[in-house]
């Protein structure tokens, strides 16, 4: 616990994070952005064999996406929905004295059809679906965007408002399994360009409740999540910093997106959480850059 405290501490106490009071929302420096867009660069140039369709959304999606997704099924708890103002003269005086007064000010706030990304993924599917049946050689998208989830902590790897980089590969379940098993590869060399400790091991999504518990149990029994983790907040309980994803049809049959040959088309993602992987390297590697490994600076910036 003292450790995951210091480390907070100490990223605030240098400005490489900024504190607001909220747990999980914070400001970053200019030199940790430096560091997130260094990485996130690494990533591209070791990607770039796949001629990925780049694409990028805003960090949110359409509600009704999102409830035809089934985000809600498995994590109502880390949901955000964007709520806004919807009232007349009335009740903008009655909301000031509201306000004012300390009273709560949010009940008149309307649900608008907004909601927070929970993966950079989600607003893809619906898109690929659109398009109609997948070219013969699948489909593979290159994405990042800030991602909400409900889940405030005192560790600085676990954050409300975060960026995830992604590719996602959508094809035959051979397509689709073969980009996993590539990435769980490249995700290793790339790790370890950065000079980061780390291991690999199957893993879950927290899904929620009783009914979660099974399909935990699931996912794991069936392989379906691996995360390459990185000791941050302490060696014992590692940080997964990438994850590999194979979803089945899950989201091929959610959003009906066909193949070449008609069948329900299988998706993988691999999923880069930058705002860990850059805690990641300030904590092996000290908190001040010029003093990071030579090679870590060549993987990083090159030879500038
Ligand atoms: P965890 O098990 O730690 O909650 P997850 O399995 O839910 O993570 P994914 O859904 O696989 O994570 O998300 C992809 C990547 O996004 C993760 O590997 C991680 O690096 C990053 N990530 C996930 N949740 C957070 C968070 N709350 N703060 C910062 N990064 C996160
Ligand atoms: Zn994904």
């Not at 009940?107 to 398009?131: E, F, S």
């Not at 408002?161 to 996602?168: D, I, N, T």
């Not at 935990?216 to 590999?244: D, G």
Request: glycine letters at 8%; hydrophobic letters at 40%; one cysteine or more.
């Amino acid at each position: 616990m003292d450790q995951q405290a210091s480390l907070l501490d100490k990223l605030f106490a240098t400005g490489l994070l900024v504190e607001t009071g909220v747990q999980g929302l914070y400001g970053r420096s200019g030199v940790f952005e430096d560091v997130i867009a260094r990485f996130d660069a690494l990533v591209s140039r070791l990607g770039a064999f796949q001629k990925a369709e780049v694409l990028r959304f805003p960090p949110a999606m359409p509600r009704a996406w999102f409830e035809r997704s089934g985000y809600l099924k498995s994590f109502p708890n880390l949901a955000g929905t964007v709520h806004a103002f919807c009232g007349n003269d009335q009740d903008h005086a009655a909301l000031l004295e509201c306000v004012a007064a300390g009273d709560d000010w949010t009940g008149g706030q309307k649900a608008t059809d907004i909601v927070l990304t929970p993966a950079a993924c989600y607003p893809l599917y619906p898109v690929i679906a659109r398009r109609g049946a997948l070219p013969e050689g699948g489909v593979t998208f290159d994405l990042q965007s800030y991602c909400f989830r409900r889940e405030p902590s005192s560790e600085p790897t676990r954050q409300q408002l975060f960026r995830m980089r992604e590719y996602v590969r959508s094809g035959t379940p051979e397509q689709v399994q073969a980009f996993r098993e590539e990435w769980m590869d490249l995700g290793q060399k790339l790790i370890a360009m950065v000079g980061l400790p780390f291991t690999v091991d199957v893993a879950n999504d927290p899904f929620f409740g009783r009914a979660g518990r099974m399909m935990k149990m699931t996912q794991r029994e069936q392989a379906l999540k691996f995360e390459l983790l990185v000791p941050v907040n302490s060696e014992e309980n590692p940080t997964a910093c990438l994850s590999f994803n194979y979803h089945q049809d899950h989201f091929g049959k959610t959003w009906g997106i066909e193949t070449a040959d008609g069948a329900v088309a299988h998706t993988a993602c691999v999923g880069f959480g930058l705002e860990r992987v850059a805690l990641a390297l300030f904590r092996h590697h000290g908190l001040d850059v010029t003093e990071w490994p030579a090679p870590v600076r060549e993987a990083l910036w090159g030879t500038e």
